[in-house]
């Protein structure tokens, strides 16, 4: 015999909260009617950067009906991540690289997808039901569905805020035919402050709710493939994965609390990483070092690429060193900001003793117009 609405969606919550998640609101499937036209500018604007996939799901994305046309009920469901430190602290250690807090111990999807699908079983056989579980890697907008269930709002970063933990929550969706009451919709309370958009390194935020994936460090350090174009480097500092900027200045988090989950409290070793040693990591020890975590997914040559950045924007000579040896490493991506590197932290001379045999012996396009740009801009200012 099935369980009524009310009870099974109570037998749920509890259930869930045992299981670890902090926060469990539902939504109907139709509840966000608006989502397909923001979506559609969005991606029409550009603002989705390389994401081309983006473009591929967008109506499965934009209608929870058009992915699975059986779903009657979409249960939103939040765990708390919220930090012991301030998230802000690494950026001062110019040596050393700041990774996002989320990427500082396990992977967040491993995390929660188990505890989904252990949820999401209680309710299949609870109600005789048919569920399906996401973790931010299916076509599915979690952040408008998590307002339109009440979980949180959207605020000016993108970023959905809790009233009780700040901005700190991971979330993830289960899909189900079980009818099951809905929750009322959170309003926004961000009122006039704007300091999430006004801390941003590389203003990417082109207006309030609006985030250019271009020009975020998030996006540059993580999703992002290809060179990161020239003027937005010196914003980066030494984020190497991730920023964490415009959620750690957001006022509601002084609701915010330290994450109960152990698997997601953030690992000291991985607050801030000298950036001598992270320079000297090949794939091998890459994997080794970052196993588990979200950092192991964007590959060693990336992940290089993004501590080169950090060590040019460092000031630190002495760093100059690891970006030399580097300047021979297999990979171009690498190179190429090897080059930028030593172009921001050594003299002239230094440039052009190390620059004149290689910039003839490479054949990148990429690699040589960093050897272009570097040599000119020396060459001008010493001129000067």
């Not at 608006?34 to 967008?58: N, Q």
């Not at 188990?114 to 931010?136: I, N, P, Q, R």
């Not at 959170?186 to 958009?197: P, Q, V």
């Not at 250019?212 to 003027?231: K, V």
Request: proline share 6%; hydrophobic share 40%.
């Amino acid at each position: 015999m099935k369980t009524n609405g009310e009870a099974l969606k109570r037998a749920f919550v509890e259930r869930a909260k045992q299981i670890g998640f902090d926060m469990i609101r539902i939504a109907a499937p139709d509840s966000i009617p608006f989502a397909p036209e923001r979506l559609k500018a969005w991606l029409e604007a550009g603002h989705h950067g390389s994401m081309d996939w983006m473009v591929d799901t967008a109506e499965r994305r934009a209608d929870p009906r058009t992915l699975w046309p059986e779903v009657r009920s979409i249960i939103l469901l939040g765990v708390n991540y919220g930090p012991t430190s301030d998230p802000l602290a690494a950026l001062s250690h110019k040596d050393c690289g700041s990774i996002s807090i989320y990427a500082r111990n396990r992977d967040y999807h491993d995390v929660i997808k188990g505890k989904l699908k252990e949820v999401a079983g209680f309710l299949a056989a609870k109600a005789s039901s048919d569920v399906k579980v996401f973790v931010d890697t299916a076509p599915v907008m979690e952040k408008p569905l998590a307002e339109a269930a009440g979980l949180g709002f959207q605020g000016k970063h993108t970023v959905i805020v809790s009233r009780e933990f700040g901005n700190w929550l991971f979330l993830g969706a289960i899909f189900t035919t079980a009818e099951l009451p809905v929750d009322e919709p959170e309003r926004n309370h961000c009122g006039s402050c704007r300091r999430c958009l006004d801390i941003c390194p590389t203003n990417a935020f082109p207006a309030p709710f609006q985030l250019d994936a271009r020009r975020c460090i998030s996006y540059l350090t993580i999703e992002h493939r290809g060179h990161i174009p020239e003027e937005l480097r010196s914003g980066i500092g030494n984020r190497i994965f991730g920023c964490d900027d415009c959620l750690a200045v957001c006022p509601w988090n002084k609701f915010a609390q330290a994450s109960r989950e152990v698997k997601l409290m953030q690992r000291d070793d991985l607050a801030a990483l000298p950036l001598s040693e992270l320079a000297r990591l090949d794939d091998p020890s890459f994997r080794m070092r970052f196993s588990g975590t979200p950092i192991k997914r964007t590959g060693r040559d990336r992940f290089i690429r993004n501590v080169l950045i950090a060590i040019g924007n460092s000031g630190e000579a002495a760093l100059a060193d690891e970006a030399i040896r580097l300047l021979d490493d297999p990979s171009p991506l690498v190179r190429a900001m090897a080059v930028w590197a030593i172009g921001r932290l050594l003299p002239h001379e230094a440039i052009v003793s190390l620059g004149s045999e290689r910039f003839k012996h490479e054949s990148d396009a990429d690699v040589r117009g960093e050897w272009k740009r570097v040599l000119s801009v020396k060459e001008e200012t010493h001129a000067a």
